[in-house]
């Protein structure tokens, strides 16, 4: 049997009359859409509740599913330490997600628990599901910093599990919307924002699920969202489902959206087997722009096969251009996957006898040896994408009011304290920015002084 159905909710604590003592008013038309959708899930009777919450244990690299027979929490840190929720879990059924997770050498489970109190992304939606119904079992859901894949295809395993235990069950994602809606809200505001929520309330509203992976990565960071990864795990436990969407509201009245959506299945359909179609057009996206690369490009992408493959360090091939075998420069190799930096180690001036060279070893520094990841596995060489920027002669500067951060990098230098950033990078908007980064990199504190130089980059996709 699949998940009977699914709901995306929000988690603002005030919108509980005991913490919002009147304040929750402003939210009167997310309340009753709250209780339309608790109402929804009394009529079906599951079961069992799961709810993916971005606030329960998260790791980067790891789905932790909360373990044990039952839990409970408070609104204490929001001031109404008088009301608490204990429930249930359905241990049998997190068993069996843990099992099929493990067959598959996927990274979730119950180990690591840090926090076994009910979190308010869990506490919010169970105050309302309670309201109109009790006789549920819970599991909970942690997010994580993998990709949305990852995310999709933990929903496509609960679902699974579901099905193999014959559990009544429907899926909960919590998550508020955007954080930066209105410069009088606690964030601020972005104009990303306003697009997130948009967009959100759009794909929702008519269940395009596979839209969910065209949200960039550095977009959702810049409208400061909470639920996209919770709303795509509950898309991957509707895979392969037609299905019905009501959008019920969205409010925006304290800087963050909320939103409110309720999703049926319908009946199988290939055509919403979302990630299967994601996957299929990525890979032609990637083998399209792989042809198309240029000659610094396709050799550093030869050498991290190479390596990957082979364990073997490429010779320099015959045929590149002059410029790579009769210059010599500094050099970065960047590796992406998904949208997410995968690797980047590089050079600020030349440590080889050709561009060339310098390319192929940071290549394989950049795929094997960067601390921050794990090496790259021959399994991940098809989703990857690489470029790489040759740097040019650093140049001394007296103040940051020498840099554009689009079009200089930033060399910051202590004693033998040294960091580097390149220019034109995601994220990082302004020349402030880049240089905090830099420092953060190099170890050096904001208050001590640096010496600054900046450079400039050819930068080949």
């Known amino acids: ?19 919002g003592c009147g304040g929750e008013k402003q939210l009167a038309a997310t309340n009753a859409a709250y209780l339309k959708a608790a109402e929804d899930v009394a009529r079906l009777k599951p079961d069992t509740v799961i709810v993916s919450s971005p606030h329960a244990v998260m790791y980067a690299d790891y789905f932790h599913i909360s373990p044990g027979e039952s839990a409970e929490g408070s609104f204490a840190q929001f001031g109404a330490k008088q009301l608490r929720v204990s429930v249930a879990y ?68 609960i ?18 919307l955007s954080h930066k809606l209105q410069v009088y809200g606690p964030y601020g505001f972005a104009p990303e924002g306003p697009e997130y929520d948009r967009r959100i309330m759009d794909v929702c509203g008519r ?53 409110v959506c309720v999703f049926h299945p319908r ?15 990525e890979e032609k996206r990637l083998a399209d722009k792989r042809e198309a690369s240029d000659a610094w490009v396709r050799l550093a992408r030869q050498s991290v096969e190479s390596y990957v493959l082979e364990r073997r360090t490429l010779a320099a091939p015959e045929g590149l251009p002059d410029e790579l075998i009769k210059t010599r420069a500094g050099a970065f190799v960047s590796i992406h996957k998904q949208g997410r930096l995968r690797g980047c180690i590089g050079t600020v001036s030349p440590t080889r006898a050709s561009l060339a060279e310098e390319i192929i070893h940071n290549a394989v520094s950049a795929a094997s040896r960067d601390p921050r990841f794990k090496p790259i596995t021959p399994e991940e060489l098809k989703w990857l994408e690489i470029n790489v920027d040759v740097l040019g002669e650093p140049e001394d500067i007296k103040s940051e009011a020498e ?41 050096i504190g904001p208050n001590e002084e640096i010496s600054l130089q900046r450079f400039e980059v050819v930068r080949h996709f």
């Open 1 to 19: 049997m699949p998940v009977l159905a699914a709901y995306m909710v929000p988690h603002p604590p005030m919108l509980v009359p005991e913490v």
């Open 90 to 157: 359905d241990a049998a059924l997190v068993s069996c997600i843990q099992d099929i997770a493990k067959a598959e050498g996927f990274p979730a489970g119950t180990r690591g628990e840090r926090e076994p109190a009910l979190d308010h992304g869990t506490l919010v939606p169970l105050y309302f599901i309670r309201r109109k119904y009790t006789d549920f079992r819970l599991v909970r859901v942690g997010l994580s910093a993998l990709p949305l894949e990852a995310h999709y295809r933990l929903g496509q395993l």
């Open 159 to 176: 679902s699974r599990a579901v099905a193999q235990t014959g559990r009544r069950a429907v899926f909960v994602a919590s998550g508020d």
């Open 207 to 259: 269940a395009a699920f596979g839209e969910l992976f065209a949200f960039d990565e550095a977009f959702c960071e810049r409208a400061a969202e909470c639920g996209h990864r919770s709303f795509v795990m509950m898309a991957g436990a509707l895979d392969g489902q037609r299905v019905e969407a009501r959008a019920l509201s969205h409010q925006d009245v304290t800087g963050v959206g909320y939103g």
């Open 267 to 281: 009946g199988a359909d290939a055509k919403s087997r979302f990630l299967d179609i994601w996957q299929r057009a």
């Open 403 to 443: 840099l554009d951060v689009k079009r200089y990098g930033v060399i910051v230098t202590n004693g033998l304290r040294r960091g580097l950033l390149l220019p034109d990078l995601d994220g990082v908007d302004s020349v402030h920015q880049q240089v905090e980064i830099a420092r953060k990199k190099a170890g």
